[in-house]
């Protein structure tokens, strides 16, 4: 870049900068000359060879392209090239505003777009904290062993004569009408289903209960108007169920022979030691986990600042990306999944804003307070992610390089670093969720 470049910096605000330059003649011709020399190299005009095209024709054939290219190249290397040498951390495509190359004439453009914030944390240290003891209840333990329980159960067809509960298993064939017209979509046969899942449209469930087998009934609901198919949306659906089946399910005894299901415990004493260690962990990760949200608040409380929208936009692209991903794996037609969850962007907005602010606000206490992810540290990790997946760790890491992600686990590490230099610093009251309940229920 040419020290004749005359740059303006403008703070438009807290996250937007605009640039202003003007660039002398003689930087534009000499760029204007290299760009012709490279048209002429392979330029095809009849009665002239290529590489020997003189430039009087050259600029009548090849003016405007010639222009806009060194336009072009003028722009990308000082925009390029001042946030390099200032430093300047932007977040967006600039918005260029520029009227070409006149002859004679400086080369003036802007480029305008948003730039991170400079967030001066405060009020980090001695944060006053309350921190739930992860305490194993016997009401835990026992919900733990019933879902056990639950994932060892038998189906047996109802013997008894009574209708369908909540919970029991239905086999049903059913179609429904809009305005009295069968909609294909809305028809099936030997249809498996749990009542109580709310695997369907809310209230077709509930009026299955106490229908009985080889009985028909007729269902009437409304379809939420965010259903994912638009012509069912908001519509008063007529259902004809015929039920074919009722299954319920049987529970196994949690005994030693109960135990025989899991090759890793050799009695029940095991297996209920193992269960509660388990919960126990769970209830230290909620704890944990519920520590840093009210760290979270207590730093978005005491520092206020603004953030680049554009941040806000690409943390609700990731989002709307992971609820379509888990949409799809739950079953959900790949399709669907996709339509619903764009439809969710406006709602995620003031998530993603949150995340955004926090994410700064981490990254900028550990700049302040010397905070780093060592190599070593960054390895361990590696090799850790490598064992959880059974995988060789040059492979991983190999993999990790090549999708670009190293950074984002360096990251991962280094707020967990922040998050426990906070804690450390802070002060915190335990609490016991059980006290929390009895002071409720004195009111």
């Known amino acids: 870049m040419s020290d004749s470049a005359a740059v303006n910096i403008e703070s438009i605000s807290s996250v937007k900068m605009k640039l202003s330059f003007d660039i002398p003649w003689l930087d534009v011709k000499s760029e204007l000359d290299t760009v012709y020399r490279q048209v002429g190299k392979t330029a095809k005009i009849k009665g002239f060879r290529p590489g020997k095209i003189p430039r009087e024709i050259l600029e009548r054939y090849y003016r405007r392209e010639a222009e806009d290219e060194t336009a072009s190249n003028?722009?990308?290397?000082?925009?390029?090239?001042?946030?390099?040498?200032?430093?300047?951390?932007?977040?967006?495509?600039?918005?260029?505003?520029?009227?070409?190359?006149?002859?004679?004439?400086?080369?003036?453009?802007?480029?305008?777009?948003?730039?991170?914030?400079?967030?001066?944390?405060?009020?980090?240290?001695?944060?006053?904290?309350?921190?739930?003891?992860?305490v194993v209840t016997e009401e835990d333990f026992a919900a733990r062993m019933e879902e056990l329980r639950r994932?060892?159960?038998?189906?047996?067809?109802?013997?008894?004569?009574?209708?369908?509960?909540?919970?029991?298993?239905?086999?049903?064939?059913?179609?429904?009408?809009?305005?009295?017209?069968?909609?294909?979509?809305?028809?099936?046969?030997?249809?498996?289903?749990?009542?109580?899942?709310?695997?369907?449209?809310?209230?077709?469930?509930?009026?299955?209960?106490?229908?009985?087998?080889?009985?028909?009934?007729?269902?009437?609901?409304?379809?939420?108007?965010?259903?994912?198919?638009?012509?069912?949306?908001?519509?008063?659906?007529?259902?004809?169920?015929?039920?074919?089946?009722?299954?319920?399910?049987?529970?196994?005894?949690?005994?030693?022979?109960?135990?025989?299901?899991?090759?890793?415990?050799?009695s029940l004493e095991a297996l209920r030691a193992d269960v509660r260690k388990s919960l126990e962990e769970d209830k230290r990760r909620r704890?944990?986990?519920?520590?840093?949200?009210?760290?979270?608040?207590?730093?978005?409380?005491?520092?206020?600042?603004?953030?680049?929208?554009?941040?806000?936009?690409?943390?609700?692209?990731?989002?709307i990306s992971d609820t379509q991903r888990r949409m799809a794996a739950g079953g959900m037609d790949p399709k669907q999944a996709a339509d619903l969850s764009f439809r969710l962007h406006d709602q995620f907005r003031e998530e993603a804003l949150r995340t955004v602010k926090v994410g700064l606000l981490l990254r900028s206490i550990a700049e302040k307070e010397g905070l780093q992810v060592a190599e070593d540290e960054l390895e361990k990790e590696i090799r850790e992610i490598a064992m959880q997946r059974g995988q060789d760790y040059r492979i991983v890491r190999e993999k990790l390089e090549k999708d670009a992600l190293i950074d984002n686990i360096s990251n991962v590490l280094l707020n967990r670093k922040t998050y426990e230099f906070l804690r450390e610093k802070a002060t915190i009251t335990p609490i016991r969720k059980e006290r929390i309940e009895s002071a409720e229920e004195g009111k």
Do not use: C
Not at 195 to 222: C, H, M, R, W
């Open 74 to 134: 003028l722009v990308n290397r000082h925009y390029w090239k001042t946030l390099q040498e200032k430093q300047i951390p932007a977040v967006t495509r600039p918005e260029i505003e520029q009227k070409g190359i006149e002859a004679e004439k400086e080369f003036s453009f802007s480029a305008t777009f948003e730039v991170e914030p400079v967030v001066e944390p405060k009020d980090y240290i001695g944060l006053a904290l309350e921190k739930e003891e992860p």
């Open 287 to 319: 704890s944990d986990a519920e520590l840093e949200r009210l760290i979270d608040a207590r730093l978005l409380a005491n520092n206020d600042f603004e953030v680049p929208g554009s941040l806000v936009e690409r943390q609700i692209y990731y989002m």
């Open 151 to 266: 994932m060892f159960a038998t189906m047996e067809e109802l013997q008894e004569e009574r209708g369908a509960l909540r919970g029991d298993f239905v086999t049903i064939d059913f179609e429904g009408s809009v305005a009295g017209e069968a909609i294909k979509e809305l028809k099936s046969e030997n249809y498996f289903l749990e009542i109580g899942s709310n695997a369907f449209v809310p209230g077709f469930e509930d009026q299955l209960i106490g229908a009985k087998k080889s009985e028909t009934v007729s269902i009437a609901v409304k379809f939420p108007e965010t259903y994912h198919a638009a012509h069912l949306a908001g519509k008063d659906v007529a259902f004809t169920v015929g039920v074919k089946g009722i299954r319920i399910k049987k529970l196994p005894e949690i005994d030693e022979e109960f135990v025989k299901n899991f090759e890793r415990y050799d």
